[in-house]
């Protein structure tokens, strides 16, 4: 009698929804994507691709009713985090629970609010922004439905992304295009302060490791990353290293960030969280390390596979 395997259904096909994506298929395992067009560029066969209503928890029921671990990768624009974020994880939350499934939740770090020193999973959460406070209630919420038995939930967190994919983050679209067409790659704030980035690919491939492993459960658990405490002028260094070209660095200001933020509603959304590179930045993720025994891919292969992911689409096109 053949086995059937698990199927592991993702919510949102962004970069990170991607990544995991990448990984279960690299796995040969049963892949489900849901977002609200039903539609995916470049899409592996083999892998479904439906469309779904994050918001409506009938519909998230339907939509895993065969699902043995949900990975919560999807997200409202940045400008809506606030209104529209805490429902849709409610409602992906509440469906997994009611399909008996686990749920693997994608985060980021903005919950811990400005810190002294390494960021690690033991800090409180202790954010004044809008959107940090939104992250903390979520994740405690998340947490609390795992305290009390309702499903197993488990939460990875990364820092600010890069790779393929990525296109609106600080080493995003604006970064790699310009240092691509030999122009100065932008970096926020002091170019010689330590920020830690996450390759995208990490954060899938340590996403699926916490979904399949029982000992991932109950907490939120840092990603690995290389190099986290690389200054933000030596990542660009490495960048240009690898297009063979000499670097050139700009910063963007706080000030400068602000005024943006007149024409661009994502700038001004951006305004709150400047804190994160006026300070070293640096993450904490040995406890992942230790406990999975994964490690980051090495950063100059992750900015080789970036430079050539962003080759292969050329802006605008």
Not at 29 to 46: F, H, K, Y
Not at 184 to 212: C, K
Not at 243 to 262: F, N, Q, Y
């Amino acid at each position: 009698m053949a086995i059937e395997k698990m199927v592991h259904v993702v919510f949102g096909t962004g970069p990170l929804g991607r990544s995991v994506m990448e990984e279960l298929v690299a796995r040969g395992e049963v892949v489900r994507m849901v977002n609200r067009s039903g539609q995916m560029l470049e899409a592996p066969d083999g892998v479904q691709i439906v469309a779904g209503d994050a918001y409506d928890e009938a519909n998230v029921v339907q939509l895993t009713k065969d699902a043995t671990v949900v990975y919560q990768c999807a997200q409202p624009g940045y400008t809506e985090w606030a209104e529209k974020f805490p429902p849709m994880q409610e409602a992906i939350l509440n469906g997994a629970a009611a399909s008996g499934a686990r749920l693997v939740i994608g985060d980021n770090l903005y919950m811990y609010g400005p810190v002294n020193g390494r960021i690690s999973e033991d800090l409180p959460y202790a954010a004044q922004t809008r959107k940090g406070r939104v992250r903390a209630q979520m994740a405690n919420d998340a947490l609390a439905a795992h305290k009390w038995g309702k499903l197993p939930v488990t939460i990875a967190r990364g820092s600010d992304f890069f790779g393929p994919w990525v296109l609106d983050s600080a080493a995003g679209k604006r970064f790699f295009y310009p240092a691509l067409a030999g122009e100065s790659a932008q970096v926020m704030g002091d170019a010689d302060l330590p920020h830690t980035n996450t390759f995208i690919g990490d954060f899938g491939r340590a996403m699926v490791i916490l979904g399949g492993d029982e000992r991932g459960f109950g907490r939120a658990w840092h990603v690995p990353n290389d190099q986290p405490d690389i200054t933000k002028r030596a990542f660009v260094e490495l960048v240009f290293r690898e297009l063979g070209t000499e670097p050139k660095v700009s910063s963007l200001s706080k000030t400068m960030l602000r005024l943006a933020g007149l024409f661009i509603p994502e700038a001004r959304e951006s305004v709150e969280m400047a804190y994160a590179f006026e300070r070293p930045y640096v993450v904490d993720c040995s406890d992942f390390e230790c406990t999975f025994g994964m490690k980051a891919t090495p950063l100059p292969e992750a900015i080789a596979a970036t430079v050539e992911w962003y080759r292969q689409h050329p802006q605008g096109k």
